[in-house]
């Protein structure tokens, strides 16, 4: 079956303790991406990943890092977790071009104390 | 720059009722246009898309004409069902390279029998 998968669904930190939130996806697509879902604010993408190696920076990175050392794999990176980063958090994946649809995973609800 | 504006929620409609959701875009060139779908606790998922003017992308019951002219792509359905109580999002896909998507703030949509 085609997915995204993220991990975890569920997480309740607490400020500056680094944490990763996985993401992995089974239909060798090229492009990858992370965004975070606030209330009234809708859907932001915080990086994207054009390709192994490849990432450049969305409307919101600050605080985050992501790698992709692999194709199907895409981590987002919290050095040190602020509250304002508690979020619901979604990594999509696709094909590349104009007309390219995203897949989207279920979600990783985060939550920094 | 490129945005999107979708009409601000939440619409609550009995079963049956007809829905129009209403979404505007600003764009340079010729963007694709999509309406993604989020039932409660899951991620997104596409519902339909249009990849050119006059395009009408349809499923399950809904439909949405890409109007150039008035750069608008208004998600239409003649009559709601509760299962299709949701949060809709309208989606531009952003430049030539890539598959990232700039996102409305989306709608809610709750339906009563």
């Known amino acids: 079956e085609a997915q995204v998968t993220q991990n975890p669904r569920y997480l309740i930190t607490v400020t500056g303790k680094k944490l990763t939130v996985t993401c992995s996806q089974n239909?060798?697509?090229?492009?990858m991406s992370w965004y975070r879902q606030d209330p009234g604010l809708g859907l932001r993408q915080i990086y994207y990943?054009?390709?192994?190696?490849?990432?450049d920076k969305g409307d919101v990175p600050e605080g985050y890092k992501v790698s992709r050392k692999e194709k199907r794999n895409f981590p987002l990176i919290l050095e040190s977790p602020s509250p304002n980063q508690t979020s619901l958090y979604f990594c999509a994946s696709g094909t590349s071009g104009n007309t390219g649809e995203l897949f989207f995973g279920e979600g990783s609800r985060l939550t920094v104390l | 720059g490129n945005s999107v504006t979708q009409m601000e929620g939440p619409v609550t409609l009995s079963e049956e009722a007809f829905l129009t959701i209403n979404c505007t875009y600003t764009a340079t060139g010729y963007p694709s246009l999509f309406w993604y779908v989020q039932y409660p606790g899951e991620g997104l998922q596409l519902l339909l898309k249009?990849?050119?003017?006059?395009d009408k992308g349809s499923n399950k019951g809904f439909e949405a004409t890409y109007r150039k002219e008035t750069t608008s792509f208004h998600l239409e359905k003649g009559s709601v069902q509760v299962s299709d109580s949701a949060v809709y999002f309208c989606a531009l896909k952003k430049g030539q390279a890539g598959t990232a998507l700039i996102f409305g703030k989306g709608t809610t949509l709750s339906v009563s029998s």
């Open positions: 249009a990849t050119k003017a006059d």
């Open positions: 239909m060798n697509h090229e492009y």
């Open positions: 990943s054009m390709n192994v190696e490849v990432t």
